[in-house]
Each structure stands twice: as structure tokens, then as C-alpha cells.
């Protein structure tokens, strides 16, 4: 089992490649592995929302993950999205999955139901007593339709079967409170691309990215700066980057990613119904942008 120091750094959330036919694109996800593993990531996220999971069912998911263990071969520690409205259907999960190769779950806060913050932690606890892996939570209010505080994370914190946060709500104060009075031990995670330097400013341990797909080695080396203390070249870089990031998300997730690493050569741009690949014209806003970044040598 690993421990929470694993995850420090860059992590990446993995598309989920698909050929035309909307059939999963293995080949494709090998290419995309071998790219993040050579581009500097520190690990792999697979199957979280960017791997559109919701589409994918049970044998696909395993499918998935056994593709990325073993063309990974060991070289990166691997966390598995393992989330969802229904704790008992996760609960189960857990006997039947093959979690060979990985090192921890992620595990989004329940979505629709929008539990109380009791309700968070009984949901939980429920899975961090029953996981034979470490849990990482993960805060997405824009998705879940609920928040999840800093007391409710702090509490969660404090079991010996839950290493880290993924804290995607946008929201510094609550990030803020989250570091001044979590465990010594547990990582707080940016969520959101746009804000790893000030994330890691107050204190953070890094990210699970979403341009990480595209541009490993320079989206990891602004978490690297941050370590070091080296928040001037950090912003370098993070300037060079952050209006590309906001392209990404101005027609959803995962379409504009696909897009780029469609245009970077990675894969085809497919995605799975209900999405549906981006514009034209935002596919052509994204090649311009693919182009002034790589001629920019940001790393």
C-alpha cells in the first residue's frame, strides 16, 4: 500500500481514448500512458469524471485500468475513480474490482442526492473502512450540487484510511482552512488547473490536472517551482498556459482536451454521448494556442 507522500506533485486525470464506433481505444490509451509517464507526471488518475467514467461501465472501467497497469509497468503509482451517489453499489464494488497495480482510490462526494455534511462523512467512513487502498476525497461542488466544508474534510482526515483531498470547489478560504488545521500527514490537491499557484502559495501538495494530458512536462514543472520556493518562474509558466486552460473548459470537460491531444497527434477526438466533441472554432482557437506554447521552450 503506498503512502500519502506518493501523491505529492502532478497527478493527472487520463482521458479515456475512443475509436469511432464509441468502443474504447486501447491502443490509444497506451500511447497516452507512455506520453505522461515520459512527459514527468508524478502519477497517473484513472478513471475519474475526465475519463468520463459515468459512460463507462463496470468491465470497461477494469478493461481500462488493467490497460494503463500494465503499460505503466511500475512506473508511476496509480489512482483509481472509484465514486458515485449509491454507497452500498461502492461498497460492493470493492469485492469484485481487480485493484492489482494500484495504489489508492479517489472517490468523488456523492452527487444529486446532495447529502447533509453528516451524510458526507457517514458515506465516507463507510468507504475508507471497507477499502483495502488508501481513499483520496474528492470535492467538485460544480458537479456534485454540494459542497463539501473544511470541518467536514478535517473530520474525514483524521481516518487512518484517508490520505488526501482533491479540492476542486475553487474556493481559497476553504482551501486555506482545510491546510491550517488538517492531520500533519494528508495532502490537499488542487482540483483546478487555473489555481495551483496559489493553491500551493498557501500550502498545498499539488494537483490532479486536466492539461496535464497535453503538457505534462510543463504543467509538472510548475508544481516543481512551487516545491522549490521559485514562484516567479512558476508564474512564468503558469501564464503561458492559463488562457489555454480556459479554452479547455469553455465547452466542457473532457471535449476540450480531447481536442488538444487530438491536435498534439495523441488520439483520435471522440467522446461518448451525452458529449459531444467542441466547435470548430474552438478546435482551431486550441491548434493556435497548441502552437505558441510549444515555441514558447517552457521547459
Known sequence: MSTSKDFRGTGVAMVTPFKKDSSVDFVA????????VVGGVDYLVVQGTTGESATLNDSEKQEVLDCVVAKNAGRLPIVFGHGGNNTQALLDGFK???????D???SASPYYNKPTQAGIVAHFTALADASPLPIILYNVPGRTSSNMSAETTIKLAGHKNVIA???????LD?????IKHKPGK???????DPLIVPHMALGGDGIISVIANAFPAEFSAIAKLCFQGDYNKARVIHYA???????????????GIKAALSILGVMDDHLRLPLVPVSSALKAKLEKAIVEIKSANLV
Open 96 to 102: 469484485t474490482m481487480n485493484l492489482n497495480g494500484v
Open 174 to 178: 476553504q482551501v486555506g482552512q482545510v
Open 165 to 171: 483531498v482533491k479540492e476542486a470547489s475553487g474556493n
Open 29 to 36: 490509451l497506451e500511447k497516452l500512458t507512455d506520453h505522461l
Open 104 to 106: 489508492a482510490i479517489l
Open 241 to 255: 498556459l492559463v488562457d489555454f486552460i480556459y479554452m479547455l473548459f469553455e465547452e466542457g470537460n473532457p471535449g
Open 186 to 192: 494528508f495532502l490537499v490537491l488542487s482540483g483546478d
